[in-house]
């Protein structure tokens, strides 16, 4: 029986990639949870780029969470990328959107003032336009219609950050947007999506953005 063990981090997005995946597959797994802000030396020596995922399978260990995903999803069924090349290339063009659109909302809770914060919030709205548009075109619930994919995997942990966000500003990223709208909440209820979290995600998640020392983080000092 192979050993899987997942290194996380419990706010990682792309280690959420990998558990929805894993779930999805209903395959167990164990979770090993590392302190990015003081690495242990068995994790430096394992992660060529000094990042979680990693996905240890018995000896080997795989890094970067596409290439742990694609390996899940060629050796556990059930498949969760598209037979056909053309739309399997599509769908791992949008998972690399939704990493383009996780740097932006770095941006966004990381930028030091107003200005940068509305920049952010200006090239996260384009993105999210860009994706209704997209939706627009497609049946759901899921992003390729009855099936769940790796997209929604990718899109599951993006759409969770705006819980928190909503909490304390809303520039209306999901106004106007009904098809968006409704794939984050059919993602927000699968329950690989749900439990690729602990339940103290979003106070974690608070008390993060909360110590940033960003604008953001002085407008949540300032709401409570
Ligand atoms: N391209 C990578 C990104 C992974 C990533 O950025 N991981 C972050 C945490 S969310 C990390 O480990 N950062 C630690 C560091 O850069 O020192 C993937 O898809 O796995």
Redesign the pocket.
């Known amino acids: 029986m192979t050993q899987l063990k997942l290194v996380s ?1 419990a ?5 959420q ?2 558990a929805i995946t894993l779930t999805e597959k209903q395959v167990s797994f164990e979770r090993i949870v ?1 302190d ?1 802000g003081n ?1 242990p030396e068995w994790f430096r020596a394992l ?1 060529p ?5 990693l996905l240890v399978v018995d000896d080997a260990v795989l ?6 995903c694609d390996y899940l999803d060629e050796t556990i069924a059930p498949r969760l990328h598209p037979a056909d090349p053309i739309r399997r290339a599509q769908h791992r063009a949008w998972i690399e959107f939704a ?1 383009s659109l ?1 740097n932006d909302i770095w941006g966004f809770y990381i930028a030091s003032d107003a200005a940068g914060l509305e920049r952010k919030t200006a090239d996260i709205a384009t993105k999210f336009q860009r994706l209704e548009d997209e939706l627009a075109n497609r049946e759901g619930p899921y992003f390729s219609g009855a099936d769940f994919s790796l997209v929604d995997a990718a899109f599951g942990p993006v759409f969770r950050y705006f819980d928190v966000f909503e909490q304390y500003i809303d520039p209306g990223f999901f106004d106007g947007k009904p098809n968006l709208q409704a794939w984050r909440r059919v993602l927000a209820a699968r329950t690989s999506i749900r439990e690729a979290v602990s339940p103290d995600y979003p106070k974690l998640l608070d008390i993060f953005l909360r110590n940033r020392g960003s604008y953001l983080s002085s407008l949540m000092k300032a709401a409570a």
């Open positions: 981090h706010l990682c997005p792309y280690v990639r990998a590392v990015l690495k992660s780029l000094g990042k979680v995922p890094f970067e969470s596409a290439a742990i990493s996780l």
